[in-house]
Nanobody, 120 residues
Framework: VQLQASGGGLVQAGGSLRLSCTASGSIFSINTMGWFRQVPGKQRELVALVTNGGRRNGGSRNYADSVKGRFAISRDNAENTVYLQMNSLKPEDTGVYYC??????????WGQGTQVTVSS
């Protein structure tokens, strides 16, 4: 499984960005996809996850408390793509955002990371 992420950049506080991540390869076993972020000196932390089923087949979603109400994760299974719409961005949202995909077996795959910088 290969993950290609895009959409990062520089934005002022209060602005918006949309990240995209497209999966390719042996994707039939992918269940959960999501986004993590990391800043220097800190561990990578969960931002949002979406499963391939549940919630009436739209996928169930989980968010870090710090982004609830501001970020929205969505998934287009036809395009094998997961999106992260980030609104009302804050300087503390700055970091490298990594796309992740999980198989039912628990195997995890990671994208290359995309930088998000929010200026105050």
């Amino acid at each position: 499984v290969q993950l290609q992420a895009s959409g990062g950049g520089l934005v002022q506080a209060g602005g918006s960005l949309r990240l995209s991540c497209t999966a390719s390869g042996s994707i039939f076993s992918i269940n959960t996809m999501g986004w993590f972020r990391q800043v220097p000196g800190k561990q990578r932390e969960l931002v949002a996850l979406v499963t391939n089923g549940g919630r009436r087949n739209g996928g169930s979603r989980n968010y870090a408390d710090s982004v609830k109400g501001r970020f929205a994760i969505s998934r287009d299974n036809a395009e094998n793509t997961v999106y992260l719409q980030m609104n009302s961005l804050k300087p503390e949202d700055t970091g490298v955002y990594y796309c992740a995909a999980y198989e039912d077996t628990g195997n995890a795959y990671w994208g290359q990371g995309t930088q998000v910088t929010v200026s105050s």
